[in-house]
Antibody
């Protein structure tokens, strides 16, 4: 069974940093592209970042709203995905979901999602 | 960025109704569109990918169609467990974008 479990959320002051992690199991993690998607309270979904697999040299993509502040990384030996978030703003407050890229669609959507971890940015 | 506009944003329907949700893209995205269902407090669930391909395990009352800039998600006979918010998503070009969502509520 595919499982994605996020951790690391919490309350941080504006300008602070936080590192989220996602533990993956039940599939060959190293084969898949992996993404972070967020959802502000009561709002819709917003894609944050993607990291490709080793075959694609672990290249990354970011939403404009987080580029230069957030960094996505992975450790295939630990089946782990991370999101380092720096210079946090109040508008980064959201539930952050870890999601698996969908191989069958050519990586164009996300077929499994974690339950999310809440990040709150407030003074 | 490619904008996705869903309509309606809110829909009130009864069990057994046929429901159609539309997603319009600001530019052509071929068939690179997916649909998700999200229930309160839960993660999104992939329903349809490549505009019309049903994800494994998803009931056949869900169907998708369209290409280019206009897409639809249809639920042929609404069931109690289908009351949720539905999102479309594109990855024809980065950044990945989502529609604003359509909340389907019980009439």
């Amino acid at each position: 069974e595919v499982q994605l479990v996020e951790s690391g959320g919490g309350l941080v002051q504006p300008g602070g940093s936080l590192r989220l992690s996602c533990a993956a199991s039940g599939f060959t993690f190293s084969d898949h592209y992996m993404d972070w998607v967020r959802q502000a309270p009561g709002k819709g979904l917003e894609w944050v970042a993607r990291i490709r697999n080793k075959g694609q040299r672990y290249t990354t993509e970011y939403a404009a709203s987080v580029k230069g502040r957030f960094s996505i990384s992975r450790d295939d030996s630990k089946n782990s995905l991370d999101l380092q978030m720096n210079s946090l703003k109040t508008e980064d407050t959201a539930v952050y979901f870890c999601a698996r890229g969908h191989y069958n669609s050519g990586w164009r959507d996300l077929d499994y999602w974690g339950q999310g971890t809440l990040v709150t940015i407030s003074s | 960025d490619i904008q996705l506009t869903q309509s309606p944003s809110f829909l009130s329907a009864s069990v057994g109704d046929r429901v159609t949700i539309t997603c319009r893209a600001s530019q052509g995205i071929s068939s690179y569109l997916a649909w998700y269902q999200q229930k309160p407090g839960k993660a999104p669930k992939l329903l349809i990918y490549a505009a019309s391909t049903l994800q494994s395990g998803v009931p056949s009352r869900f169907s998708g169609s369209g290409s280019g800039t206009e897409f639809t998600l249809t639920i042929s006979s609404l069931q109690p467990e289908d009351f949720a918010t539905y999102y479309c998503q594109q990855l024809n070009t980065y950044p990945v974008t989502f529609g604003g969502g359509t909340k389907v509520e019980i009439k």
